[in-house]
């Protein structure tokens, strides 16, 4: 039997960011359902979906700030102080929202001015 020939560049007909950007719509609208809600822990939850989802669109520098922020958050459920909480997970879905909107899978328009007639 032989073996197919996979050194010709080879594109695939379905285009996963299309997908990617709808799953992440769809938990964006369920983390404000949750944080309007007050139920922290699906928040939590859904924030920490949409970081696994934008995991490889971090920076390094990104992927610190989210670590630093997982800790305070451990360190404020721990003690049970629900408002720390809850400022530090609305700190957390500034970030990815960031994230997300510098990977170009978010909110971030296009400048009128960039055209591509050079």
């Known amino acids: 039997m032989e073996k197919p020939d996979y050194s010709s560049s080879q594109v ?4 996963q960011n299309a997908a990617i950007i709808q799953r992440l719509h769809n938990q964006w ?8 809600r ?9 924030l920490e979906s ?9 920076t390094p520098d990104d992927k610190e700030k989210l670590e630093g922020l997982d800790k305070q958050l451990m ?4 003690k049970r102080v629900f408002g720390k909480v809850y400022s530090i997970l609305t700190k957390k879905e500034m970030l990815l929202r960031s994230i997300e909107n510098n990977a170009g899978k978010g909110s971030t328009y ?7 007639w050079d």
């Open 38 to 46: 007050g139920n922290l822990m699906r928040y939590k939850d859904i």
């Open 110 to 116: 296009k400048s009128l001015d960039d055209d591509d």
């Open 50 to 58: 949409i970081q696994l989802e934008l995991y490889v669109d971090s």
């Open 29 to 36: 609208l369920d983390c404000r359902k949750y944080r309007e």
């Open 75 to 78: 360190l404020a459920m721990f």
């Open 12 to 15: 695939s007909e379905f285009n």
